[in-house]
């Protein structure tokens, strides 16, 4: 993802800026897909696996990246609070 287009980019529910998601999340939101029970905002599931996300600074909030477009709609994100190992922010 281009590194300018990431600083400018922000959370469209919260206003917060949008980072990479670290292998870490991915992997836990992904093993949360294989299992049929990731859901989004819309209470519609996430069917297909992430390769690539952006999350708000709070880890609260993923959006998923198609193909190196982020998309920021928020019906489509993802809360965090459903996935129990999904890490915390690094203190």
């Known amino acids: 993802m281009d590194r ?3 600083d ?3 959370c ?3 206003r917060q800026p949008l980072s990479l998601l670290d292998r870490a999340g991915l992997d836990a939101l992904n093993r949360a897909v294989e299992s049929g029970a990731l859901r ?3 209470d ?3 069917a297909e696996p992430l390769r690539e996300a952006l999350v708000t600074h709070d880890r609260k909030r993923v959006y998923r990246v198609d193909d ?3 998309v920021l709609l928020v019906e489509e994100g993802i809360p965090t609070a459903q996935v129990e190992d999904f890490p915390a922010a690094a203190r």
């Open 8 to 10: 400018i980019l922000v």
């Open 68 to 70: 190196g477009i982020p």
């Open 40 to 42: 989004r905002a819309d």
């Open 4 to 6: 300018k287009l990431l």
């Open 12 to 14: 469209p529910a919260t």
């Open 44 to 46: 519609g599931p996430q």
